[in-house]
């Protein structure tokens, strides 16, 4: 098992050991979704997820 801390409220994150660059998580405490961004052996860093591509309404 690896772990992930959020940015925004700093819980720690349960990461599964096949995780991959690009998986989204979410933090369990504020419910944030997280987008992983680099795996290293003893953690991964995540980032909040950037949604792309949602309709503004114009
Ligand atoms: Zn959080």
């Known amino acids: 098992m690896q772990f992930a801390a959020c940015p925004?409220?700093?819980?720690?994150?349960?990461?599964?050991?096949?995780?991959?660059?690009?998986?989204?998580?979410?933090?369990?405490?504020c419910g944030l979704e997280l987008e992983v961004k680099n795996v290293n052996s003893d953690c991964v860093e995540v980032d909040e997820l950037q949604i792309e591509g949602e309709d503004w309404g114009e």
């Open 8 to 29: 925004e409220c700093g819980a720690k994150i349960n990461v599964p050991d096949d995780v991959a660059i690009g998986d989204v998580l979410s933090c369990p405490d």
